[in-house]
């Protein structure tokens, strides 16, 4: 019907009705994969498989897949060529899953029998395409498999660090030991650089159907390699957020020059607010703002007021409202999330700052990563607040719908995050892997020595004049703490710690001796294995960093056990004078045996 609104608009209205599916069971959801007009409808196939894993498996689609498509030779009924397009449709199903989701077929235990089972019936019905396919990708999966399966595949920091340690001659030798933290390096831009770099490089791989409620909250079960991209941008926060508490709390120095130290990491994460890096933002801020850092009254007392008034407007974006959520954040999100450009100015880029090659890049594009903890909590929300089945036992796809909703997000801040052109720097690799980092019952002894807690301090203390939006964070979903260290938690007489003579830091070279170096032995090479469980009261974990969580109605620390082993030793990479501070070499007998395979 043409709408009667004006003359020259030339404007045509239709009404379309749309076909949209609340419920039911297994068969027809994948029976409704092919609408009524017998064509592959894109919108239900969209929802389907980005959320089919929370009430079955690519086992079972495939099959009543396959049955179908057969079902229509062995009982005709109607037109043949109704049937032809409806094979057809079928069969563009299937080629689009495996275009989309191959990850779905990655079966090693089962020697990838749903691949097998898709192209004997590809062969069998003369579906060449579909059979050329199958056969490629399960080529794929097995090399895939033979390099160390798709979890050796994600960007690491330490992959990286020890592989190329092992390129060069003298592989057997110790790493370099870095600093704790170099304040006189104006290094700013290019640390949060490096540090988009790493979580941008992360985000980008993660499979958003990982992150479903029921699934990375392993409601289900299903160990953590069945979220093992959500796992590793957790795994990325903590480490980021452990090195800026303990560049913090563990140097022998005097309050003036820890100041400094929380100075510069503001500075870092204005930049990180400039790169539009929204996961090492709060992992930074979350940091200054845990309970080890944020009690330091005196140190907090000597830092700058233009660096206490950037922290204020840095850490109101996380503020929590009144409705518990993260509104500010979302706004800002949704504003210049997808603009490949950022709208605010970086002053220090320029005066302060030497220019990398990446600050050319970033001038002409940039993209966005987002704090997954957002869209975690949004999809734990939605799978706690609705049940997974009607009253009639069956499926709720409604609910399986709004999940896509924020799902679909994910992906569109995927595609923004693509926009970065950053380079990688080696050097920052070496330098941040090697930075002390400890975690948060550690830092919290540390800070205790530095300032004794008053006789009637409550348990939450805050600095003096010190009043920050508190933000929200995530407690450590993997603990980083192994029982068979041997290490005690008490941090401090047996430290080693570095300084320099200026700054009124005490320095002793024993962070690689066993008798020396932090409690963070195992547990700072360990991968941070199995969930704990999540519950409703409690703080929704994710990107990792100070174990201290706070959401809403509580906090937890949520801890588990676990360590990888390590066969290579880091060869001394050249850092001696490097971008981000200087290094020492120590190539003692203790020092190497502690890179050895443990």
């Known amino acids: 019907m043409v709408a009667d609104v004006g003359q020259n608009d030339h404007l045509q209205w239709e009404t379309i009705r749309e076909r949209i599916i609340r419920s039911g069971t297994v068969e027809r959801l994948v029976e409704s994969l092919v609408g009524s007009d017998n064509m592959m409808d894109s919108r239900h196939f969209n929802v389907f498989f980005a959320t089919y894993r929370a009430f079955t498996n690519a086992g079972v689609v495939l099959k009543l897949l396959i049955d179908r498509y057969e079902c229509l030779w062995r009982e005709p009924c109607g037109p043949e060529t109704t049937h032809i397009v409806i094979q057809n449709s079928i069969r563009s199903v299937l080629l689009c899953w495996m275009d989309m989701y191959p990850e779905d077929f990655y079966e090693p235990l089962t020697d990838f029998a749903s691949l097998c089972h898709l192209i004997d019936f590809a062969r069998t019905n003369k579906l060449v395409d579909l059979r050329l396919k199958a056969k490629r990708l399960k080529e794929a999966h097995k090399r895939l498999m033979a390099e160390g399966g798709p979890i050796a595949q994600l960007p690491s920091m330490h992959h990286y660090i020890f592989a190329r340690g092992c390129e060069h001659p003298g592989a057997d030798l110790c790493p370099q030991n870095p600093k704790v933290f170099d304040i006189g390096k104006e290094n700013c831009v290019q640390i949060a650089e490096q540090l988009t770099f790493w979580d941008a490089a992360l985000f980008k791989e993660l499979l958003p159907q990982h992150c479903?409620?029921?699934?990375?909250?392993?409601?289900?079960?299903?160990?953590?390699?069945?979220?093992?991209?959500?796992?590793?941008?957790?795994?990325?926060?903590?480490?980021?957020?452990?090195?800026?508490?303990?560049?913090?709390?563990?140097?022998?120095?005097?309050?003036?020059?820890?100041?400094?130290?929380?100075?510069?990491?503001?500075?870092?994460?204005?930049?990180?607010?400039?790169?539009?890096?929204?996961?090492?933002?709060?992992?930074?801020?979350?940091?200054?703002?845990?309970?080890?850092?944020?009690?330091?009254?005196?140190?907090?007392?000597?830092?700058?007021?233009?660096?206490?008034?950037?922290?204020?407007?840095?850490?109101?974006?996380?503020?929590?409202?009144d409705d518990g959520e993260e509104q500010r954040v979302r706004r800002i999100l949704e504003e210049e999330g997808t603009a490949k450009s950022s709208p605010l100015r970086r002053p220090q880029l320029i005066q302060n700052c030497r220019r990398s090659k990446s600050d050319v890049n970033l001038a002409e594009s940039q993209g966005t990563v987002p704090y997954l903890g957002n869209f975690l909590t949004d999809l734990t929300m939605i799978d706690q607040a609705q049940p997974d089945c009607t009253d009639d036992g069956l499926i709720n796809f409604e609910k399986r719908r709004k999940e896509f909703e924020v799902i679909a997000k994910i992906r569109l801040f995927q595609s923004a995050a693509r926009a970065y052109t950053i380079p990688m720097d080696p050097a920052f690799?070496?330098?941040?892997?090697?930075?002390?980092?400890?975690?948060?019952?550690?830092?919290?002894?540390?800070?205790?020595?530095?300032?004794?807690?008053?006789?009637?301090?409550?348990?939450?203390?805050?600095?003096?004049?010190?009043?920050?939006?508190?933000?929200?964070?995530?407690?450590?979903?993997?603990?980083?703490?192994?029982?068979?260290?041997?290490?005690?938690?008490?941090?401090?007489?047996?430290?080693?710690?570095?300084?320099?003579?200026?700054?009124?830091?005490?320095?002793?070279?024993?962070?690689?001796?066993?008798?020396?170096?932090?409690?963070?032995?195992?547990?700072?090479?360990?991968?941070?294995?199995?969930?704990?469980?999540?519950?409703?009261?409690?703080?929704?974990?994710?990107?990792?960093?100070?174990?201290?969580?706070m959401w809403k109605t509580g906090r937890t620390n949520l801890n588990d056990s676990g360590e990888r082993k390590w066969k290579y030793i880091l060869n001394p990479l050249d850092v001696e004078h490097n971008f981000y501070g200087s290094t020492k070499s120590c190539c003692n007998e203790e020092c190497k045996s502690l890179f050895h395979s443990l």
């Not at 508490?245 to 607010?273: G, H, N, Q, Y």
């Not at 929200?472 to 980083?480: A, D, E, H, R, V």
């Not at 090479?525 to 990792?544: G, R």
Request: net charge positive.
């Open 429 to 549: 690799c070496s330098w941040f892997y090697y930075l002390p980092s400890l975690d948060e019952k550690q830092c919290f002894a540390r800070s205790l020595e530095i300032e004794k807690a008053p006789d009637m301090t409550p348990k939450t203390s805050k600095s003096a004049g010190l009043t920050v939006h508190k933000i929200s964070t995530w407690s450590k979903l993997f603990s980083s703490s192994n029982a068979d260290d041997g290490v005690s938690n008490e941090v401090g007489g047996a430290l080693g710690v570095q300084s320099s003579n200026d700054s009124g830091i005490a320095t002793e070279d024993s962070w690689i001796s066993d008798r020396g170096r932090p409690p963070m032995s195992r547990a700072f090479y360990s991968t941070l294995s199995p969930y704990s469980a999540v519950h409703m009261s409690n703080s929704y974990t994710a990107p990792s960093t100070p174990s201290l969580t």
């Open 212 to 321: 479903q409620g029921c699934v990375w909250s392993q409601r289900h079960k299903k160990g953590h390699e069945a979220v093992y991209t959500v796992k590793a941008t957790i795994d990325q926060f903590n480490a980021v957020a452990e090195r800026v508490m303990t560049s913090i709390v563990l140097p022998e120095c005097k309050a003036d020059f820890r100041a400094k130290i929380i100075s510069k990491w503001i500075d870092i994460a204005r930049e990180l607010r400039a790169l539009k890096n929204f996961s090492s933002l709060k992992a930074v801020l979350s940091s200054l703002q845990s309970e080890p850092v944020y009690r330091l009254k005196s140190v907090w007392s000597h830092v700058s007021s233009r660096s206490m008034t950037q922290f204020k407007e840095l850490a109101s974006i996380f503020s929590i409202a």
